[in-house]
């Protein structure tokens, strides 16, 4: 019904920055919420970034606050992270998800759809 396709991971040194983008197909889904996960190896998947797409409210996981910014394009109907002062611990395989909004962006039972991850490996 919804699919989520993940590009933009790669290979950086510490500092670096990249953009990943997640590019959305399908049905329309109403009150959407679109957000970003991550899992490292040995690691559960944890919450990056979210964005209410109708509204334009943003949140962010503590540790990347002030690093990384999240943003979309209505028309393209994309969402992007742009990731700046990358370090060693952002290495993981990053998905995208989409959702209904509900009671909370951070929790990963909250979205319905799920891309296939793009793979970001920071080197120190």
């Known amino acids: 019904q919804v699919q989520l396709a993940e590009s933009g991971g790669g290979l950086v040194q510490a500092g670096d920055s990249l953009r990943l983008s997640c590019a959305a197909s399908g049905r329309t889904v109403t009150n959407a919420v679109m957000g970003w996960f991550r899992q490292a190896p040995g690691k559960e998947r944890e919450f990056v970034a979210a964005?209410?797409?109708?509204?334009?409210?943003?949140w962010y996981a503590g540790s990347v606050k002030g690093r990384f910014t999240i943003s979309k394009d209505n028309a393209k109907i994309t969402m992007y992270l742009q990731m700046n002062s990358l370090n060693v611990e952002d290495t993981a395989v990053y998905y995208c998800?989409?959702?209904?909004?509900?009671?909370?962006?951070?929790?990963?039972?909250?979205?319905?759809?799920w891309g296939l991850g793009t793979q970001v490996t920071v080197s120190s």
């Open positions: 998800a989409a959702g209904r909004y509900g009671q909370n962006v951070r929790y990963s039972g909250e979205y319905e759809y």
């Open positions: 964005v209410w797409w109708s509204g334009g409210i943003t």
